[in-house]
Structures are given as structure tokens and as C-alpha cells.
């Protein structure tokens, strides 16, 4: 890989807030990320290239999950940008070793989280 080229996350996701009762934008950038996968950018690529189903992988995890969020205004297109994120239960998912340690599928039924 080029070590000359910056390497950051972004991770959009789509969530319900349960006080409205509505669907909003987050956007999770860098920091955050890696704290939900558990890596850096860069490990995080090194492990796509050996497992192209990583980031559908972490997709079907992710669905369900509850979390609550510090997160500032909407923009233009009506993100927000997320500042801190607190999955419920942990502090530190680390996604990316979860999976990676898992030999089986992981299949679960979301409402039951």
C-alpha cells in the first residue's frame, strides 16, 4: 500500500431514534470507527484483502445493535455527524477480531437483542 496516501474511516449508518420514533443519518468518522472494528484503517484494509466478505460481515453484526449517541446538528444533507457512540452492554466492540475468531457463520435473530 502507498504510504503516502491517508487512509480514514467513514461508516454511515441508519439509525432509529426510539425518542421520536424516526430515522436519522449518522455518520461515524475515524476515531469512533475504530473503536466499533477494533482496528485502524489500515489493519482494517489489510483484513478486506483476505476476507472480501468482511464489511458484509460486519453489516449483518451491526443490524440490530442498540446504541446511544452524542452527535451534532444535521448537515446539508441531513447527517449527523456522531462525536460518541456507546453500544449497549460494551465499550469497545472490536468488530473485526470478533470476526476474524469466528470460524462460523454468525447468525442471529436481531429482535432478541
Given at each position: ?82 462525536k460518541k ?25 436481531a429482535s432478541?437483542?
Amino acid at each position: 500500500m502507498n504510504q503516502d496516501k491517508k487512509v480514514t474511516y467513514k461508516l454511515g449508518l441508519a439509525v432509529l431514534d426510539i425518542q421520536t420514533n424516526k430515522m436519522e443519518s449518522l455518520a461515524l468518522y475515524d476515531d469512533e470507527v475504530a473503536r466499533v472494528f477494533g482496528c485502524l484503517p489500515l489493519p482494517y484494509l489489510e483484513n478486506l484483502q483476505q476476507d472480501k466478505w468482511l464489511s458484509k460481515k460486519i453489516e449483518e453484526l451491526l443490524v440490530g445493535l442498540y446504541c446511544s449517541a452524542l452527535v451534532s446538528k444535521a448537515d446539508k444533507k441531513n447527517v449527523r455527524k456522531a462525536k460518541k457512540v456507546q453500544f449497549l452492554y460494551t465499550d469497545q466492540l472490536a468488530i473485526v477480531d470478533l470476526i476474524k475468531a469466528t470460524t462460523d457463520d454468525i447468525t442471529f435473530d436481531a429482535s432478541v437483542l
